[in-house]
């Protein structure tokens, strides 16, 4: 079943907002909440989501092709959101750690309720990890769904990375 044109899940993402205390590792932030239908209402977004913070895809192949492009998204007119299963302050964490600043917002899907909705989840408990978020890029539109696609394995990078999804808008 193609997500294409349909509205994106209406539930809750939790992050630290940029500032530049954040530049120093050892600062955490304040986490906040928002509806996803609330705050993409009216604008273009990617939301790419990973299986989680830090681990050797996502932190070494994936997010960086973002942070590299992250102006080029700007231009299109784009809001960037890194998603994952990671709490916020993780996903703080891991934004400074790639450098990323504010230029890309890290969020956290709470309880995995953005993927579940999606159907993209992936079931890592063989290898420890638990069930995750699927590694997948979704463009949004005024809430509804633009492009969605899923890679076939989380340890895959091609349909979800920056030059794919940029190539997509």
């Known amino acids: 079943m193609s997500l294409v044109g349909q509205k994106i899940p209406d539930t809750e993402f939790s992050h630290v907002p940029w500032s530049d205390e954040l530049s120093n590792a050892a600062a955490c932030g304040i986490p906040e909440k928002y509806r996803t239908t609330q705050k993409f209402a009216g604008k273009k977004v990617v939301i790419v989501s990973v299986p989680g913070a830090f681990t050797p895809?996502?932190?070494?192949?994936?997010?960086?092709?973002?942070?590299?492009?992250?102006s080029e998204f700007k231009q299109k007119g784009y809001e960037v959101i890194v998603l994952a299963s990671n709490?916020?302050?993780?996903?703080?964490g891991w934004r400074t750690a790639l450098g990323a600043k504010g230029e890309l917002e890290f969020a956290s899907d709470l309880n995995l309720e953005f993927s579940k909705a999606l159907n993209a989840t992936v079931d890592m408990t063989k290898a420890g990890f638990g069930v995750r978020g699927a590694r997948y890029a979704l463009i949004a539109d005024d809430n509804v769904i633009k492009a969605f696609d899923s890679e076939e394995s989380p340890g895959n990078v091609g349909v979800s990375s920056a030059e794919a999804v940029f190539g997509k808008l």
């Open 57 to 70: 895809t996502c932190h070494g192949n994936h997010i960086p092709g973002f942070v590299k492009k992250a």
């Open 87 to 92: 709490d916020p302050f993780t996903m703080s």
